[in-house]
């Protein structure tokens, strides 16, 4: 089949590859020049593992294109996705500019009957007006149909996602089309589910608010563990052996952030206000994680109330680990605030400093390793989970002129950081002193 | 090994024939001299599938015994498991007096060194009262060592779990209770997670509350998808196939009820309100389920305005099918704003009705089968999807009544089956159909 994909963020590039390592003739068009001819050698844009390697695979065997050009990208396109960003808008919904540009740059080029997918999280009723859009812009009398098959990639492991994902929804009016898409997508091995285009829109948004609220649930019971002395690392596994619970997304932590997470939950909840409905639970879940974030600070605070002029190391800036992506981090919050406070922020992070630098505050400093972040440290923040991080030699720790760490994800073992007489602060888990003769300058 | 289980209501009594059918010798201790005679004789005094075979059968190979007796029932017994009731107190947190009770009458009654088991839900600390009050009201010299080891069973299949559940959590800061709690269900061969005493009792709270959560989060999803046109049967079976999130407890119905969900999400808001700390999610869950209880009402009352004289007929009492159990149960609700609204009302139940009309307003009229609720009724609403009222034929309804109008709360017909029946019909979270 030959395939256009537009847009060629974090979505679009990765369904264009993948599409075309299944067999199909894929072109990419993307309006940034320089962009395009970097990816035209191979290079991929963004860090997501093992994606360079199929990009030039594909290149190599003549199924991959990019362009800048709609004329020549559309030219002989069957299907054309939608693959653009829909940014977050101030109130919260989805901005929409982008694909109603595609939309029109469609109108305008199409020669040929074709389908338009739309890849890009929509709220309901986008493809709809992304119908009426191309239908009154329509230069060529063509026909087309216009279905909703909306992404389900985790950032870190897009590729492996595309191949062993859970399912594919496919949401379409007409039947045709929907067989057609389907059949596109039989190579990639992945449950088919079939519904209508609103329906098919909803279950994108549904599912990252699902996520998001099981997140907030178990921050929500780390809160109260922490407490109550409970331990919410035992708490989630024996919660995550129901089986109508499930063990994932039950990590207690500093909250979710990302580009999905974030603006999913809020676009929702903006969507039930459209149609004046109050979708109360995931008002509460969003608050949950806006206080989450800046729950390691407290802890720092509890422990070290004056933190002017003291050193404070801050590990792992990414929202998660095998990411460069910085989007609502929990290290924004966190670094201004310790900022505010007249502290000195050391950071350390495996790939993302150079995204970081663009976005933390400039008074932030930025080390090239772990040990140097922590040598001369007064605390040290963990914000994420890099295996680098987690994997860390601790006498780091111990070697500190006191050695007190604060965990925002649950890192360590209890009992190790005991036996290495870190003090040692965890989400939803007892605190260790540290029974050491250093004394706590 | 030598057990005494106090109390024999629903958890009690599953417990001590479920561990009697392990091998074990147990003795049920209840204070309630009639209850203890109809065990004695081989009578489940609660519904619940497959328990009086079990009971019966334990009873003839003296495994289990009855006694109203303390000193008997705890005499050498090397566990003892509390398994009384802890209702909901008037500001939602767990009422103890039973607990304490008990925890009173083992101190008067041990004479031997034993470990407290406690089965009963209750919040997190409560196993260190127990131990405090057990401790300072001992007669005998003698220790007590003290365990958490809450119950996950479901009203309707509790024999069933315990045979098959999906693990067994047990909790204390003692290795030797731990270790003496898992040689006596290993006989279960399932899973076992061993963790600390305040851990375990949350894990069955936060079970329950997340459960609860995924209801009212799937139950607002179709509020929403009603407005938006989308259809949540297929916003659900989406959402279930990621393996994150799984396919149960994503029905869309009127909400949850029964003696846990609501109990042990407000039990944990309290937990939390002691604390000074906000639950914003699990107040929301709550909040929704109430308002998801009069949604059936409120979508009757905006398709036929008047109920002044109309006949309703209402299917399903209990909060759930499979259960006698009509704790919490939406019917109570949605029964009282029909008769308040001048309905008269018909209701069906396969196995509730003996407990619904201690409970229902007395105008309530009770009919032996769905044929005879529906006769003549102006509109029927579904409240539990009992099998018998999902197998019920939509042509039932369409030859039995005036003009075939029907409210489903529990969503149990599939749309397309519904499309040119001639019934019209009103589901949660899906669009409504003019059959």
């Not at chain 1, 060629?8 to 320089?34: A, F, P, Q, R």
């Not at chain 1, 901005?95 to 709220?123: C, F, G, M, R, W």
């Not at chain 2, 000074?276 to 409120?298: C, F, G, H, K, T």
Request: glycine share 8%.
């Amino acid at each position: 089949m030959n395939i256009a994909v537009v847009g060629t963020g974090y979505v679009g590039l990765v369904t264009g590859v993948t599409l075309s390592d299944i067999g199909h003739n894929v072109t990419c068009i993307d309006i940034d020049k320089e962009k395009v001819e970097i990816m035209k050698k191979g290079t991929s844009p963004l860090y997501e593992p093992g994606l360079s390697e199929l990009m030039n695979k594909n290149i190599k065997q003549s199924r991959l294109f990019f362009t800048t050009n709609h004329a020549e990208g559309f030219a002989n396109a069957e299907v054309i996705y939608i693959a653009v960003g829909t940014p977050e808008n101030e109130d919260g919904s989805a901005n929409l500019a982008y694909v109603e540009q595609v939309a029109k740059d469609i109108a305008q080029y199409v020669v040929q009957d074709l389908i338009v997918v739309t890849k890009s999280t929509v709220p309901v009723g986008t493809n709809h007006k992304i119908k009426t859009i191309i239908t009154e812009n329509l230069v060529n009398n063509i026909k087309f149909e216009v279905v909703s098959n909306p992404e389900f990639l985790k950032e870190g492991s897009a590729i492996k996602d595309s191949f062993e994902g859970d399912r594919i929804v496919i949401g379409a009016d007409s039947s045709e089309a929907s067989a057609i898409i389907e059949k596109i997508n039989q190579p990639f091995g992945v449950p088919v589910f079939r519904t209508d285009v609103r329906s098919a829109e909803m279950i994108k948004y549904a599912s990252n608010a699902f996520l998001a609220t099981k997140i907030s649930f178990i921050n929500e019971i780390s809160n109260i563990c922490d407490r109550v002395e409970a331990n919410v690392e035992d708490v989630a596994k024996g919660m995550g052996m129901d089986k109508r619970i499930g063990p994932d997304f039950l990590k207690a932590g500093l909250g979710y952030g990302g580009s999905c997470f974030p603006k999913d939950t809020k676009a929702l909840i903006q969507i039930a206000g459209n149609v004046h409905y109050d979708f109360q639970l995931l008002k509460g879940v969003v608050n949950v994680n806006r206080k989450q974030q800046r729950m390691i600070i407290e802890k720092l605070l509890e422990r070290m109330p004056d933190i002017k002029g003291k050193r404070i190391a801050v590990l792992g800036l990414s929202f998660k680990p095998n990411t460069d992506d910085m989007r609502e981090a929990a290290s924004i919050v966190v670094t201004n605030s310790l900022i505010d406070r007249g502290a000195e922020v050391i950071a350390y992070d495996p790939i993302a400093m150079n995204n970081a630098k663009k976005i933390l505050a400039p008074e932030v400093e930025y080390s090239t390793s772990v040990k140097g972040a922590i040598n001369e440290s007064d605390a040290v923040l963990i914000l994420t989970e890099w295996d680098e991080i987690k994997d860390i030699d601790l006498n780091f720790f111990s070697e500190m002129k006191y050695p007190l760490v604060v965990d925002g994800r649950n890192c360590f073992d209890l009992e190790t950081m005991r036996e290495h007489h870190i003090e040692y602060h965890s989400v939803g888990r007892p605190s260790i002193s540290c029974q050491f003769e250093k004394t706590y300058a | 090994m030598k057990i005494a289980v106090i109390g024999t209501g629903y958890v009690g009594l599953v417990t001590g024939v479920c561990l009697a059918e392990l091998g074990h010798h147990v003795t049920c201790i209840d204070v309630d001299q009639e209850k203890v005679e109809k065990l004695n004789s081989g009578k489940s005094p609660i519904y619940e599938e497959g328990l009086e075979e079990l009971l019966q059968k334990n009873l003839h190979n003296e495994q289990v015994e009855f006694t109203t007796e303390y000193q008997q029932g705890l005499k050498d017994k090397q566990l003892v498991y509390l398994a009384v009731g802890t209702p909901q107190g008037e500001d939602g947190s767990a009422d103890l007096t039973y607990i304490e009770a008990a925890s009173r009458d083992i101190a008067e009654h041990l004479e031997n060194d034993t470990v407290i088991v406690t089965k009963s839900t209750v919040p997190v600390g409560t196993n260190e009262y127990i131990k405090e009050i057990i401790e300072a009201n001992l007669v005998h010299e003698v220790h007590i060592k003290i365990a958490s080891n809450p119950e996950f069973l479901r009203q309707g299949s509790a024999v069933y779990d315990t045979f098959h559940g999906d693990r067994i959590v047990i909790g204390s800061d003692d290795e030797e209770a731990l270790e003496l709690l898992e040689a006596v269900n290993a006989g279960f061969n399932l899973p076992i997670v061993k963790t600390d005493l305040r851990s375990a009792e949350m894990i069955k709270y936060a079970s329950n509350a997340f459960l609860a959560t995924k209801i009212s989060f799937i139950n607002e999803m179709a509020n929403l998808s009603e407005k938006i046109g989308a259809n949540i049967d297929h916003v659900a079976r989406g959402m279930g196939m990621d393996k994150r999130i799984g396919e149960s407890f994503l029905n869309a119905g009127i909400g949850f009820g029964g003696s846990c969900f609501p109990k042990d999400t407000r039990a944990i808001i309290s937990i939390g309100k002691e604390i000074a700390y906000d639950m914003p999610i699990l107040e929301n869950v709550v909040d929704v389920n109430e308002r998801q209880r009069s949604i059936i009402v409120d979508k009757l009352l905006k398709r036929v305005y008047d109920l002044k004289g109309k006949k309703v007929a209402v299917l399903g009492l209990s909060f759930k099918p499979n259960t006698d159990d009509m704790r919490e149960a939406p019917s109570i609700a949605v029964t009282e704003k029909l008769l308040e609204e001048g309905a008269t009302v018909v209701a069906y139940d396969p196995v509730a009705v003996a407990n619904a009309k201690k409970v229902l307003p007395g105008q309530v009229n009770y009919a032996e089968s769905a044929e005879e609720a529906v006769q003549g009724a102006d509109v029927a609403i579904i409240l539990t999807e009992w099998k018998q009222i999902k197998e019920f034929p939509l042509t039932g309804y369409k030859e039995r009544m005036n003009k075939a109008l029907l409210f489903d709360g529990r969503n149990c017909f599939n749309l397309d089956q519904v499309k040119d029946s001639g019934v019209e019909y009103h589901s949660i979270g899906r669009p409504v159909i003019y059959g």
